[in-house]
């Protein structure tokens, strides 16, 4: 390949859009095994109301922030907290500052649900294809997609560090690697 602009520039779009493919479909498989997972502790809930308890579990309490978190529409979370609500896992609070607010709190039912569904599991078909790859390329994958990620604008924003102890968030324009351990679950669900 020729070191020009235009023939470097059609090579990188087409590798953009074969990783926005290839990021479609493990995202697919990550929300199919995370659905086989919640139906199998017979939890109740769906992978959205999930990701709702896992924010509000890391102490996020903010609708709009939330929404942000999980790239959903705030109107459809409505009706998921609705939903929640419902099932008395979640309750709307009230901001004794803000009459508006109605800060998001996770009942102990729904504190109790979500920590008895294990974050991860050997079953998962996430760790049945890492574990199919030699231990290095694991290592170099999660590298990659840190330094990748972290290239993304809002990457910073999205990324949940409190579920990811074991392994630093991604920044902004670096290009160097961001991983101190392993991590292999996705941003939101």
Same mark, same amino acid.
């Given at each position: 390949?020729?070191?020009?602009?235009?023939?470097?520039?059609?090579?990188?779009?087409?590798?953009?859009?074969?990783?926005?493919?290839?990021?479609?479909?493990?995202?697919?498989?990550? #929300?199919?095994?995370?659905?086989?997972?919640?139906?199998?502790?017979?939890?109740?809930?769906?992978?959205?109301?999930?990701?709702? +308890?896992?924010?509000?579990?890391?102490?996020?309490?903010?609708?709009?922030?939330?929404?942000?978190?999980?790239?959903?529409?705030?109107?459809?979370?409505?009706?998921?907290?609705?939903?929640?609500?419902?099932?008395?896992?979640?309750?709307?609070?009230?901001?004794?500052?803000?009459?508006? #607010?109605?800060?998001?709190?996770?009942?102990?039912?729904?504190?109790?649900?979500?920590?008895?569904?294990?974050?991860?599991?050997?079953?998962?078909?996430?760790?049945?294809?890492?574990?199919?790859?030699?231990?290095?390329?694991? #290592?170099?994958? +999660?590298?990659? +997609?840190?330094? %990748?990620?972290?290239?993304?604008?809002?990457?910073?924003?999205?990324? +949940?560090?409190?579920? %990811?102890?074991?392994?630093?968030?991604? #920044?902004?324009?670096?290009?160097?690697?961001?991983?101190?351990?392993?991590?292999?679950?996705?941003?939101?669900?």
């Amino acid at each position: 390949m020729k070191n020009n602009g235009k023939l470097s520039s059609a090579a990188t779009v087409a590798m953009a859009s074969r990783i926005r493919g290839l990021c479609s479909v493990i995202t697919k498989v990550a #929300r199919a095994d995370l659905d086989a997972r919640l139906k199998n502790h017979d939890s109740g809930i769906t992978a959205i109301e999930h990701g709702l +308890l896992r924010h509000l579990a890391s102490g996020v309490t903010s609708m709009a922030e939330i929404s942000r978190r999980m790239g959903v529409a705030p109107s459809t979370l409505v009706y998921v907290v609705d939903g929640l609500v419902k099932k008395k896992l979640v309750r709307r609070g009230k901001d004794p500052r803000d009459r508006r #607010r109605e800060p998001l709190l996770l009942e102990k039912k729904g504190a109790e649900l979500f920590a008895g569904i294990p974050k991860m599991e050997a079953s998962s078909v996430l760790v049945k294809s890492l574990e199919s790859m030699p231990e290095a390329r694991r #290592r170099e994958l +999660l590298l990659l +997609l840190n330094e %990748f990620a972290g290239g993304l604008p809002g990457a910073d924003r999205l990324y +949940l560090r409190a579920e %990811f102890s074991d392994v630093e968030p991604p #920044r902004r324009g670096s290009r160097k690697s961001g991983a101190r351990g392993r991590g292999t679950e996705g941003n939101h669900e």
